[in-house]
């Protein structure tokens, strides 16, 4: 009840500030406690304002009751969902007349950011790349177990792990129980221009989550040409195309994911490139961050037609 005292308050903060410019729609950019500020904040602007919200997921959908999604769409203006895979989570939620206002406009990158790297001259063991928090979610610990079955098998290849969170210190012991810790490299937090270097010296990039939204580092891997291979679960089969771009693993299986690994790495270097190509080419059409910005504006001017004017009641 307290937390809800301070949303209310910056809901009010919020509202007189929006007040003070002319700004009568606001635009909370997840489902949690942002959107609870932004619903409580146009509700005190009363007639004429408005509110939406972009919809992130997973997060969210474990509790939907918690976060009041149904509620939040049926008050909503309209929602941005970055997947497919969102929207469907709410068309469930809410009734027919509800889902024309659920709007898909993917999750994008700088493209003039991230540059095709070559990799046709690579002469050393193969480099797995995965990026992400070491949180039991991101499914790191499987990568390991996936390096230790490649072992068995007599395949050589080097893992490298690039984040941190408090996993990190398991993530380690578990490396070393499986007698695999040479092979695991823990780069920890890096800055831009690092993780640029990581991105281009891999040779596949693997991200065995259980759950995720829309991940941005699968879009950068992608755009440096990293062919990838992933989870088949929630908006990454949006992004990643089977056999094309990438692979696509059942979540939480260790063998699969070595399968599939295997499978990147036995192929030739140039059908890896192929796969890099098209993965790059993928992201351009429908992931580059120009594209998916003009997108947002031509919702926003569609879905509230009085943002660049005036609406009821001389505001802006």
Same mark, same amino acid.
């Given at each position: 009840?307290?937390?809800?005292?301070?949303?209310?308050?910056e809901a009010a903060l919020m509202w007189?500030?929006?007040?003070?410019?002319?700004?009568?729609?606001?635009?909370?950019?997840?489902?949690?406690v942002a959107s609870d500020v932004a619903?409580?904040?146009?509700?005190?602007?009363?007639?004429?304002?408005?509110?939406?919200?972009?919809?992130?997921?997973?997060?969210?959908?474990?509790?939907?009751?918690?976060?009041?999604? *149904?509620?939040?769409?049926?008050?909503?203006?309209?929602?941005?969902?970055?997947?497919?895979?969102?929207?469907?989570?709410?068309?469930?939620?809410?009734?027919?007349?509800?889902?024309?206002?659920?709007?898909?406009?993917?999750?994008?990158?700088?493209?003039?950011?991230?540059?095709?790297?070559?990799?046709?001259?690579?002469?050393?063991?193969?480099?797995?790349?995965?990026?992400?928090?070491?949180?039991?979610?991101?499914?790191?610990?499987?990568?390991?177990?996936?390096?230790?079955?490649?072992?068995?098998?007599?395949?050589?290849?080097?893992?490298?792990?690039?984040?941190?969170?408090?996993?990190?210190?398991?993530?380690?012991?578990?490396?070393?129980?499986?007698?695999?810790?040479?092979?695991?490299?823990?780069?920890?937090?890096?800055?831009?221009?690092?993780?640029?270097?990581?991105?281009?010296?891999?040779?596949?990039?693997?991200?065995?989550s259980f759950a995720e939204g829309l991940?941005?580092?699968?879009?950068? *891997?992608?755009?440096?040409?990293?062919?990838?291979? *992933?989870?088949?679960?929630?908006?990454?089969?949006?992004?990643?195309?089977?056999?094309?771009?990438?692979?696509?693993?059942?979540?939480?299986?260790?063998?699969?994911?070595?399968?599939?690994?295997?499978?990147?790495?036995?192929?030739?270097?140039?059908?890896?490139?192929?796969?890099?190509?098209?993965?790059?080419?993928?992201?351009?059409?429908?992931?580059?961050?120009?594209?998916?910005?003009?997108?947002?504006?031509?919702?926003?001017?569609?879905?509230?037609?009085?943002?660049?004017?005036?609406?009821?009641?001389?505001?802006?």
């Amino acid at each position: 009840m307290l937390w809800q005292l301070f949303y209310f308050g910056e809901a009010a903060l919020m509202w007189r500030e929006c007040a003070r410019r002319n700004i009568h729609h606001i635009h909370a950019h997840h489902a949690n406690v942002a959107s609870d500020v932004a619903l409580l904040a146009s509700h005190l602007g009363g007639e004429g304002w408005s509110w939406s919200f972009t919809m992130h997921g997973p997060t969210e959908f474990f509790d939907v009751q918690e976060h009041g999604l *149904a509620r939040k769409v049926r008050l909503a203006r309209f929602v941005v969902c970055i997947s497919e895979y969102a929207r469907s989570q709410l068309m469930g939620m809410v009734d027919r007349p509800e889902w024309d206002k659920l709007r898909v406009v993917h999750c994008g990158v700088d493209l003039s950011r991230f540059e095709l790297a070559d990799r046709s001259t690579v002469d050393r063991t193969p480099e797995v790349l995965n990026v992400g928090r070491i949180v039991s979610v991101k499914g790191q610990a499987l990568l390991i177990e996936a390096v230790a079955e490649l072992e068995k098998r007599g395949i050589e290849v080097r893992m490298v792990i690039v984040g941190d969170g408090p996993q990190l210190p398991d993530l380690r012991s578990h490396a070393e129980r499986l007698g695999v810790a040479s092979r695991v490299t823990f780069a920890g937090a890096v800055g831009q221009e690092e993780i640029h270097e990581h991105y281009e010296r891999a040779d596949v990039f693997a991200m065995p989550s259980f759950a995720e939204g829309l991940p941005v580092v699968l879009l950068e *891997a992608m755009a440096t040409g990293l062919p990838v291979v *992933a989870s088949r679960i929630t908006g990454i089969p949006e992004l990643v195309e089977e056999g094309v771009t990438g692979l696509l693993v059942v979540p939480g299986r260790v063998d699969d994911l070595a399968d599939a690994l295997r499978r990147v790495l036995a192929a030739s270097p140039e059908r890896r490139q192929a796969m890099g190509r098209a993965g790059r080419e993928r992201v351009a059409k429908e992931f580059d961050l120009g594209r998916t910005a003009e997108q947002l504006l031509e919702l926003f001017a569609e879905m509230v037609p009085n943002a660049s004017g005036a609406p009821p009641g001389g505001g802006g």
